[in-house]
């Protein structure tokens, strides 16, 4: 088939491209390398059936890109690290969620394509319900510095099933619950990747709140495996669908675990926790089990060790 991905440098997307290059499919990846990186992709760029268009996901689909008829569309396109969004980007993640939802739609409903939007656990905002359930509708604070990345989220989740209901576009809905691996950005401010360069570097490990918070951290090769069987789901089947890694720990076991796994000589410090931090996160993955027959194979003790063998080599410490 041929496949488009937006976002295809990025941390997800490039796993994603290598997939399904691995699948003998054709792969076009549209990025502006924003948040991503054209290193994640750049034993690719020499395969026949992989296509890099540098370009940004609110600017229309033109002639000019000479795309072929497309099959299926993933749109991951979207910085999705708080210190990112919070930061001098909040506009630009807004737009990029909301018009390159459009955008993407749109080539879908020309090209009939099928199409899967990368939506998120932060969908929930603070919640109320726990574990979280495709059902619940969230507590999201319109106003906040997280609800650029909220609202447009859940904008871009209205947008699908508006153009599934009016034009009949084939969609997929997938709600991301935090995901980690190897191609993390070191300084992308997430959790993961804050806590391994922290302790390879004996640097002190910086917990926010009281470090009792709870998130469900899902390796990266699960969720992709969980994102292609949802894209190759039966017609009609549109989610929305949890998928992340059921597994709870605080923010402060998570901690620990990296200091324990790199023998680091770190101290945990404690901050002020930043404004409308969810205090729990956890999916129920019961419609993934049942309607997709999926479920997280890696652990948390397994995929930190793969996680930390990639921040070893990435800052020269091996």
């Known amino acids: 088939m041929n496949i488009l991905i937006t976002g295809g440098t990025g941390f997800l997307g490039s796993f994603l491209c290598e997939r399904l290059i691995g699948e003998n499919h054709t792969v076009f990846c549209l990025d502006n390398n924003y948040t991503g990186a054209s290193e994640n992709v750049q034993s690719l760029l020499s395969r026949k059936n992989f296509s890099f268009i540098e370009r940004d996901v609110v600017e229309p689909i033109s002639d ?79 106003i906040g510095v997280r609800a650029c990345y909220d609202e447009g989220k859940r904008c871009a989740e209205s947008l699908f099933f508006d153009y599934y209901r009016e034009e009949s576009v084939d969609i997929k809905v997938v709600r991301i619950f935090n995901t980690y691996g190897p191609r993390m950005n070191p300084r992308d401010g997430r959790v993961v990747s804050n806590f391994i360069v922290q302790a390879l570097k004996n640097e002190d490990i910086t917990t926010y709140g009281d470090g009792k918070q709870t998130r469900s951290f899902c390796y990266v090769d699960d969720l992709i495996e969980v994102m292609i069987r949802m894209m190759n789901s039966p017609k009609g089947f549109a989610g929305p669908v949890n998928i992340g890694n059921p597994g709870e720990f605080t923010i402060l076991d998570l901690a620990q675990k990296t200091i324990a796994k790199t023998n680091s000589k770190s101290k945990i410090v404690f901050r002020p926790l930043p404004s409308d931090d969810p205090t729990q996160r956890k999916p129920d993955i019961s419609l993934a089990r049942e309607k997709l027959g999926w479920s997280p194979q890696i652990a948390l003790d397994e995929g930190l060790d793969k996680t930390i063998a990639y921040f070893k080599q990435k800052l020269g410490l091996n």
């Open 64 to 142: 000019d890109l000479r795309l072929p008829k497309i099959d299926q569309i993933y749109n991951l396109a979207c910085p999705a690290s708080p210190p990112q969004y919070q930061g001098k980007a909040a506009i630009k993640t807004t737009k990029t969620s909301v018009i390159g939802a459009i955008n993407m739609l749109e080539l879908a409903k020309k090209d009939g394509a099928t199409i899967l939007q990368a939506s998120t656990s932060e969908i929930y905002g603070e919640p109320l319900e726990h574990p979280q359930k495709e059902s619940y509708r969230g507590n999201v604070n319109p």
